[in-house]
T-cell receptor, first 113, second 117 residues
Framework: GEDVEQSLFLSVREGDSSVINCTYT??????LYWYKQEPGAGLQLLTY?????DMKQDQRLTVLLNKKDKHLSLRIADTQTGDSAIYFC?????????????FGGGTRVLVKP | DTAVSQTPKYLVTQMGNDKSIKCEQN?????MYWYKQDSKKFLKIMFS???????INETVPNRFSPKSPDKAHLNLHINSLELGDSAVYFC????????????????FGPGTRLTVL
């Protein structure tokens, strides 16, 4: 089955690190993604990781994947006020007809000065 | 040079009306999607088209009819609007492709906020 879950809310102080967690159920997922949604805006792709990788780093972002536990996390180093947004993890699910993304419910990150 | 664009950005209408939302992508992608985001921010796929052909239809009421005049456009027409249709609708596109190892990354439009009164 397809089910992606995230915690609802995270509050962090400016300059600290943020860690957003996600669990998924489809073991056949090949790619997992992190998207950012700012208020009133669309979804911005932040990063993604292939399922045969454990870690991917991209500037302030570090993605960790534990495939055995089906656990994905996004770490944001030196969190800034501009990082306040909703963060969605998503898994790519391949069906007979085509690919689709299954999203988690989103984690609202609030960065306090 | 917006990659995925949608019009209108906001749409307010009365129950029972028929309305359309338009989407265009200039990325040269083969596949386009419609997603619905409800008031709790939960995102769920509605439709997917590849080269103008419907490939995914996620048990959406038949009041919703997507139309793809060409592979760069995917429009969403909604008949007999209901209160529960109020949501933000996102269009997305990707290269497509069925290879297991391909990212097939999806790029999203800015969304259309539909309010049904």
């Amino acid at each position: 089955g397809e089910d992606v879950e995230q915690s609802l809310f995270l509050s962090v102080r400016e300059g600290d690190s943020s860690v957003i967690n996600c669990t998924y159920t489809d073991s056949s997922s090949t790619y997992l993604y992190w998207y950012k949604q700012e208020p009133g805006a669309g979804l911005q792709l932040l990063t993604y990781i292939f399922s045969n990788m454990d870690m991917k780093q991209d500037q302030r972002l570090t993605v960790l994947l534990n495939k055995k536990d089906k656990h994905l996390s996004l770490r944001i180093a030196d969190t800034q006020t501009g990082d306040s947004a909703i963060y969605f993890c998503a898994e790519k699910v391949m069906e007979a007809a085509g690919n689709k993304l299954t999203f988690g419910g989103g984690t609202r990150v609030l960065v306090k000065p | 040079d917006t990659a995925v664009s949608q019009t209108p950005k906001y749409l307010v209408t009365q129950m029972g009306n028929d309305k359309s939302i338009k989407c265009e992508q200039n990325l040269g992608h083969d596949t386009m999607y419609w997603y619905k985001q409800d008031s709790k921010k939960f995102l769920k796929i509605m439709f997917s088209y590849n080269n103008k052909e419907l490939i995914i239809n996620e048990t959406v009421p038949n009041r919703f009819s997507p139309k793809s005049p060409d592979k760069a456009h995917l429009n969403l027409h909604i008949n007999s609007l209901e209160l529960g249709d109020s949501a933000v609708y996102f269009c997305a596109s990707s290269q497509g492709g069925r290879r297991w190892e391909s990212t097939d990354t999806q790029y999203f439009g800015p969304g259309t906020r539909l309010t049904v009164l």
